[in-house]
């Protein structure tokens, strides 16, 4: 079946540190990727995509690569600010099946 | 905006009641799906509808059902409404293509006091 996991939360970065979080699927065929973001008190919004292997998804700074070998789709951005605390989720969609991941809450400090 | 409206944002009820969220899919999109979020269990997906047609059931409890209308509207009806109840309920829109996210709206709170 199609499976999503995520490292586990909460991740708590100061200010201009590096940001990864790590995404590791499981599907069969070829499935497209996703990851969303919830700001506080908000509903999900699409932050990137990627449809076919070694497929870069970058928005906001935000940055994914499709990694069939390893499957994987770890989200990175150089350098985190205080607006980026939210919960991010990855997912994935193969054909009409659509995964999320449990999500991970990222705080970012002053 | 994300083209995807739900209504009303906030609901508080009593337990036993029914209630009806609504949701409108963004223009052109065919694919309408329920989630629920809750504190402890993450987005559980309850059900999708594909032009007015029902495709596929996910953790939907026998007190809730959902229904899509001519006009590709949606609405989820929740009733003998109980405690646990309380959560964030999305609706999302996608058109029925395999590479396309989902759109979410702004969601529905509801409170079972």
């Known amino acids: 079946g199609n499976s999503v996991t995520q490292m586990e939360g909460p991740v708590t970065l100061s200010e201009e540190a590096f940001l990864t979080i790590n995404c590791t699927y499981t599907?069969?065929?070829?499935?497209?990727l996703f990851w969303y973001v919830q700001y506080p008190g908000e509903g999900l919004q699409l932050l990137l995509k990627?449809?076919?292997?070694?497929d870069k998804g970058s928005n906001k700074g935000f940055e994914a690569t499709y990694r069939k070998e390893t499957t994987s789709f770890h989200l990175e951005k150089g350098s985190v600010q205080v607006s980026d605390s939210a919960v991010y989720f990855c997912?994935?969609?193969?054909?009409?099946?659509?995964?999320f991941g449990p999500g991970t809450r990222l705080s970012v400090l002053p | 905006d994300s083209g995807v409206t739900q209504t009303p944002k906030h609901l508080i009820t009593a337990t036993g009641q029914r209630v009806t969220l609504r949701c409108s899919p963004r223009?052109?999109?065919?694919?309408v799906y329920w989630y629920q979020q809750s504190l402890d269990q993450g987005l559980q997906f309850l059900i999708q509808?594909?032009?007015?047609?029902?495709?596929a059931k996910g953790n939907i409890l026998e007190r809730f059902s959902a229904q899509q209308f001519p006009d590709l509207h949606s609405e989820l009806n929740l009733s003998s409404l109980e405690l646990g109840d309380s959560a964030l309920y999305f609706c999302?829109?996608?058109?029925?293509?395999?590479?396309?996210?989902?759109?979410f709206g702004s969601g529905t709170r509801l409170t079972v006091v």
């Open positions: 999302a829109s996608s058109p029925f293509i395999s590479n396309y996210g989902y759109t």
């Open positions: 599907a069969t065929g070829y499935p497209s």
């Open positions: 990627a449809t076919k292997a070694d």
């Open positions: 997912a994935l969609r193969n054909g009409q099946n659509f995964v």
């Open positions: 223009s052109g999109d065919l694919s």
């Open positions: 509808y594909y032009n007015g047609e029902e495709r």
